[in-house]
């Protein structure tokens, strides 16, 4: 099949190599044909790029990191599993002792076969190690889950341990160069946030609000500091859309709330603005997005809350909607062309 | 037929590809300044954040505009009237999508999209309520299949036209739902599907070879991957026993294997461990990216749903021996591949020649990062919220420009 492909993209390339005007099914292949003709590039680039577009040599970098991927979580969803089931038959020693191993396996693995630390972005030494070090970190939250499930360590203080996990998995993060665990690290954090909150004994949804503020306030500036001090300035990106969507969820909440919501409209209107201003000046439309949708729900909610009348909400979504298709289309015409 | 004219479709993906290509250090930045003015095309398009933003507010006006219409202009009207008027809507959101097309040259902007896909509700919407109102029964009943054809075809039609890519999977669930108006057989309903789908995917084989790299090479390909799914998924009865929502499927959510006839039920388990290796062999021998992602989705559902096929017990271990098998599998290949001459055997590398892979291992793992971390219990009563191991989303490894 790739012959007879090749034999009929060659005869055409050489037979006919028509401008597009004349030849509108002109493939990538003429195209490159073309060009090496003109001039416009040499040889070597017609022979590498008209390879590439034939998929001679094909990737499968991107299949086998996902089979990598789907086997680490598989592993770690039956070993929690296995391990919650047969607790009792097994006996916790010998539970332990194999999570242990796996473990220690997986860190020894990754410690032994990293590269020497650099504070720039730096790639794996071989391309197992990220997928071993995200089993590692899953494994070590199945064990500590299952110490204090069994022998309850700490008390049933389960927010030291996600705490110690944030620290743990943010060390290794910067360590290894590994998003997978830096997003693990991420979420650990807030979720010891959410958890301390749950401790209190009135915890009501202003103190969730809050604290995904100081959440935010806490990353955010934690990102920036990092990315100042040239520490992995590649994971600001991770950093700040995780850190975009949590504020603008909390002040939504604030939004939607029937009282003393002024300050948090105020809230909302600046970090949209900022949104909107960061993703135009840096190029990073998700921020434009961010701010077009969670701005419309929130300034939505508040001019419609007391609005009973159908029509009226209606004409209410015809309208608004059109003016921001209109500010989108600018958006998208003046910067955001390019895909 | 299209809406595009091919030089202008050839002329963006000759662009895109020389970005890439730029972008990957294999074109100088005067070449690829001086290649770019040979792409243009009058084409407008955006990127994929404002792409999404569009649509959703193109949905918006199109639904509170039909909304605000039967408000206005029509008190309590009957479910025949407001079938016309939604088959009116049909008439007016695809002229405006061709408009938009045509007029403003708008390709993948999610505005000419928004309008397609209510073109596509308000066709059926207005069929059922104008012609079947109140007649809907799950029963074989004349000609009520005529809902779930109309949208088909018309999905298949802006599939063709348009080019977006989703109108065809979703052409492939409208006529999913045909089999049941005309037969009880659920065996015949499964046969029916994966028959359907099969012819289609001759005609698409046929069709695309012609298409070897051209513009149309991708989307071509991609709806053959959906179809070997689709003939999978029609022909894998215990796919639904695995909380798979059956009633999005077949219409009766979990089927015992008696309600099957025996030479039926076991020719689909046969079926079920020969297709995906005609599918991965396939792939192979096309090079073709997304059918070798299909082979390995459907050789994963194999094994999943094989145990459940023979009534054989569930073990704990069963996934921990599935991730071994996965990752040995990427490890095998990956190694035997490396061993060839320049890492390359039979045409084939695991090398990463592309900063797309990169792209695409960021937003694949940022969506794998989704699924709940593994616990080995509950949580305390008192923290309702703990979700351990980084709870529900971690391992997102989101790229910096997400």
Redesign the interface.
Known sequence: ??RT?CT??QCRVLTCPRS??TN??????A?LEQ?KEQG??SPA?HA??AS????????????????????????????????????QQLGNVVVLATLSIVLAASYWYCFSRASAWSSAETPAPN??LD?VL?LGS?V???E???LE?QLHVLS?Q??L??LA?AVL?FLLAYRFDN???L???L??L??WF??TI??WPSHQDAAYRQYALVYCLLVGAGGVLLQRRGLKP?????YL??VANILFWAVLSGVFEREDYGLWILALLIACGASLAWGLTRR???F??YA??YG?VGVSSLLLRSVND??AV?????FT??A??VG??V???RF???? | MRAYSASSEVALRARKLLKEWAGEAFLTQEQYQRLEQETVSELRTTNIFLRLVLLLFTLIIVGAAAGLFFVVFLSRPSEQTVGAFLLIGTAVCYAAAEVAVSQFHLYRYGIEEALVICSVGFLCGGMEAAFFSGQYSPLPNGAQFLVPAAGAVISLWIWHRFGVWYAFPAAMIFALFLPGYWTSSHSAQHVIVAVGYSIGLIFVAAVRSHHRYDYLEDAYSLIEAFLWLGIYLAINLKLSSLDMPGRWWWGGGTRAPSEFARPFYWTTWVLIWCLPPVVLVRGIRLKDRFVIAVGSIVAILTFISNKPYLGWQRHTWDPMLLGILLTGVALFIRRWLARGAGGIRYGFTAARLSGKDKQWMNASSAVLGLIPQPSTSSPPTRSPDFRFGGGASGGGGASSDF
């Open positions: 099949m790739g492909g009929r993209i597009e005007t509108p099914f002109m493939t990538i292949l195209r060009w416009a590039i680039q590498r790029l590439l577009s034939r998929g001679e040599p094909f990737s499968l970098f991107l299949e086998l990191n996902v089979l990598l991927y789907a086997g680490v979580l598989a592993f770690v969803a039956g070993l929690g599993w296995t391990v919650t089931t047969w607790s391309p197992i997928y995200y899953l070590w939250c199945v500590l889950a299952y499930n049933g389960w927010d341990y996600l996990t998995f998003r997978f665990v997003s693990l690290a979420s650990s807030a979720g959410g958890l749950s401790h590649h994971f600001f990106g991770t859309n995780i990073q439309f998700a434009v997005a077009a949708v419309y159908t029509t209606l004409t209410y979504f015809v909607g059109e921001m298709l989108l289309i958006i998208a015409r955001g062309r390019s895909e």
